[in-house]
């Protein structure tokens, strides 16, 4: 039973590395359904006056990918910013420089997903509305993938698609570094890490990329 929050003294004792292992440790307990009990009442309660994150996660708003779950986080453990195709923009590298260098997380984390709808939209130029411009964010990724992936170069070719994916969390991983001179010199300096993976809808496991 989970029942005490992160304070500040536990959050600066964490590093990027114990963080991303303890992520990656409730991951396997969420694929062996063997998910952590939370005290919610104790920990609303314990996090009223202030939040220690360990980290933040940028990922789709697929509603099969249950971040929190994902990972067996509770209240006060995670920072979690969504958008469809989990790529970054000014909002998003202001949230993480703000969970980073202000609320003291250790890690970022670029979560994509099999067979996301966001990038197979990007996939086949898919135009409609403010869409168009989201899908903008992902179409250098299914570019790289048509140089990487024989076949058709849209959203029927599953391979395509999985590249595409793959492409885009390491796109998104260097535009943080590039656009966030913060996050780029906290990781150049040791402080946090950034890093990404992709999680798989048939199994629920995130593998590293």
Same mark, same amino acid.
């Given at each position: 039973?989970?029942? *005490?929050?992160?304070?500040?003294?536990?959050?600066?004792?964490?590093?990027?590395?114990?963080?991303?292992?303890?992520?990656?440790?409730?991951?396997?307990?969420?694929?062996?359904?063997?998910?952590?009990?939370?005290?919610?009442?104790?920990?609303?309660?314990?996090?009223?006056?202030?939040?220690?994150?360990?980290? *933040?996660?940028? /990922?789709?708003?697929?509603?099969?990918?249950?971040?929190?779950?994902?990972?067996?986080?509770?209240?006060?453990?995670?920072?979690?910013?969504?958008?469809?195709?989990?790529?970054?923009?000014?909002?998003?590298?202001?949230?993480?420089?703000? /969970?980073?260098?202000?609320?003291?997380?250790?890690?970022?984390?670029?979560?994509?997903?099999?067979?996301?709808?966001?990038?197979?939209?990007?996939?086949?130029?898919?135009?409609?509305?403010?869409?168009?411009?989201?899908?903008?964010? !992902?179409?250098?990724?299914?570019?790289?993938?048509?140089?990487?992936?024989?076949?058709?170069?849209?959203?029927?070719?599953?391979?395509?698609?999985?590249?595409?994916?793959?492409?885009?969390? &390491?796109?998104?991983?260097?535009?943080?570094?590039?656009?966030? &001179?913060?996050?780029?010199?906290?990781?150049?300096?040791?402080?946090? &890490? !950034?890093? =990404?993976?992709?999680?798989?809808?048939?199994? =629920? &496991?995130?593998?590293?990329?």
């Amino acid at each position: 039973m989970r029942n *005490v929050a992160i304070t500040k003294d536990v959050q600066a004792e964490l590093t990027a590395d114990s963080v991303l292992q303890d992520l990656l440790d409730g991951n396997n307990r969420y694929t062996s359904n063997n998910l952590t009990a939370s005290n919610v009442t104790d920990l609303v309660e314990q996090t009223t006056g202030g939040q220690f994150p360990k980290a *933040v996660i940028l /990922s789709c708003i697929d509603s099969r990918v249950p971040v929190e779950m994902v990972f067996d986080q509770t209240i006060g453990d995670v920072f979690v910013a969504r958008v469809a195709g989990n790529f970054e923009n000014v909002d998003i590298l202001g949230s993480m420089e703000y /969970s980073c260098a202000v609320a003291g997380s250790k890690l970022v984390f670029v979560l994509g997903h099999e067979s996301c709808g966001a990038v197979k939209a990007a996939c086949d130029g898919v135009e409609l509305g403010n869409i168009t411009a989201m899908l903008d964010n !992902i179409v250098p990724a299914a570019k790289l993938a048509s140089e990487q992936v024989e076949g058709e170069a849209n959203s029927t070719n599953s391979a395509f698609v999985a590249k595409t994916v793959e492409n885009n969390v &390491k796109l998104t991983m260097d535009r943080i570094r590039q656009r966030s &001179k913060i996050l780029q010199e906290m990781e150049d300096n040791g402080e946090i &890490k !950034i890093v =990404g993976g992709v999680y798989s809808l048939t199994t =629920g &496991k995130v593998e590293m990329i």
